[in-house]
């Protein structure tokens, strides 16, 4: 059995973080398995409150299941604080852990911070080197370059920047760009763009944690990198199309991957 396991933080409405991660691992069939960071009191409005998982639980769960189970792949999202960063990376190097799939989550979509700003260097300098792909959304990857990215070419260029930090791809999300979105992917060499026509509707609370963890359940499947993207856009897109209208703000995609 394909096994993958989300490092992220809690989402009481269960339309991203954990949550979202679970149901796409196991809409896509992948045994999935999860640390908690941070249990966040949220629904589809907005983020209430957060409580941050102290260092030493946060080791306690990665080594009890990375001693225990192979795990194919890692998703990484929401993480709170430069010392949660450095646990989690530090763990992950200690079992050379392969197929590490980075969404670095910084602010929700009601605009509450879920990283500390003075973390945003650490993210930069320990955890981003050591991903096999990274996924920023438009305002992440400027608050990581310090620079504004506002179409297609700017995207490119932003994506080479972020290929210095380290990473070996890195996937550039273009949900926030006006209009139709892109997303721009990119090895060190090549570029691949997914166009996509946007998707009318207010439902999208969730879609990074959703594709990213779509990536790391295809990565656990034995596909490339370029394939696994491929197949998590096709899912990513599916469960906005299937999007469900809930709560009073945005409401979360949908996971029933075999239904639709
Ligand atoms: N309305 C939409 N229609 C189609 N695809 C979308 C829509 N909104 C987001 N996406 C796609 O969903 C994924 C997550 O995008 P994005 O919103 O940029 O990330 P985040 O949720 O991290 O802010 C990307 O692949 C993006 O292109
Ligand atoms: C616990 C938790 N983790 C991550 C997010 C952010 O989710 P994301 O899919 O990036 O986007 P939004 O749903 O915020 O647009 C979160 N809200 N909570």
Request: aromatic share 4%.
């Amino acid at each position: 059995m394909e096994t993958a396991l989300t490092i992220a933080g809690s989402d009481s409405s269960g339309g991203a973080g954990i949550q979202a991660d679970l149901k796409t691992f196991s809409a896509l069939k992948v045994y999935g398995m999860s640390v908690i960071t941070a249990v966040t009191a949220q629904n589809t409005t907005g983020v209430r409150s957060i409580a941050t998982i102290p260092t030493n639980i946060i080791q306690d769960q990665m080594e009890a299941v990375l001693e225990d189970i192979p795990v194919g792949a890692v998703k990484i999202g929401m993480l709170s604080s430069s010392h949660v960063i450095k646990t989690v990376v530090s763990t992950l190097v200690n079992v050379k852990a392969t197929n590490i799939v980075l969404d670095p989550v910084m602010v929700s979509k009601s605009g509450h911070h879920l990283l500390e700003y003075e973390a945003v260097q650490t993210l930069k300098e320990d955890l981003i080197p050591i991903a096999t792909i990274v996924t920023p959304n438009l305002p992440e990857a400027e608050a990581i370059l310090g620079r504004k990215i506002l179409c297609e070419e700017d995207m490119k260029e932003a994506c080479q920047q972020l290929n210095e930090l380290g990473p070996k791809y890195v996937l550039l999300k273009g949900g926030h760009l006006e209009g139709d979105p892109v997303d721009v992917l990119y090895d060190g060499t090549e570029f691949h763009h997914f166009y996509q026509e946007r998707i009318l509707t207010k439902n999208t609370h969730g879609t990074g944690c959703t594709l990213s963890s779509a990536i790391a359940a295809h990565l656990a499947k034995g596909n490339s990198v370029v394939d696994s993207v491929h197949l998590a856009k096709e899912y990513i897109t599916g469960a906005i199309q299937h999007s469900i209208s809930i709560g009073q703000g945005h409401g979360p995609t949908h996971h029933f991957h075999q239904l639709w």
